[in-house]
């Protein structure tokens, strides 16, 4: 019923800048939230940052400062700018949402993209 479509990352040095974005499309109603999650290898897939509808934003410490989370309500699109990027960074990029979709019942959960390299060199 939903898809979310990723895109960006890819490989950077240190210090360098790389940006991700997310669409998501189907029987949307409404987007209650967006997010940016990364697992790295041998890790807990943990939150790098949300923006819900209502404008309320959470960065994880780690990248506070270096990384923004953006959002295109006429495109149902979440982008992830980041900058500064350390090697610590080096992981796969999920992006989450929490719909709500209309079908024959209205549905509120959780998607998940397919996830998105991000390497960075030192």
């Known amino acids: 019923q939903v898809q979310l479509v990723e895109s960006g990352g890819g490989l950077v040095q240190a210090g360098g800048s790389l940006s991700l974005s997310c669409t998501a499309s189907g029987n949307i109603f409404s987007i209650n939230a967006m997010a940016w999650y990364r697992q790295a290898p041998g890790k807990k897939r943990e939150l790098v940052a949300r923006?819900?509808?209502?404008?309320?934003?959470n960065y994880a410490d780690s990248v506070q400062g270096r990384f923004t989370i953006s959002r295109d309500n006429a495109k149902n699109t979440v982008s992830l700018q980041m900058n500064s990027l350390k090697a610590e960074d080096t992981a796969v990029y999920y992006c989450n949402t929490d719909i709500t979709v209309v079908g024959v019942t209205t549905v509120r959960r959780d998607y998940w993209g397919q996830g998105t390299q991000v390497t960075v060199s030192s």
């Open positions: 923006l819900t509808s209502n404008g309320i934003l």
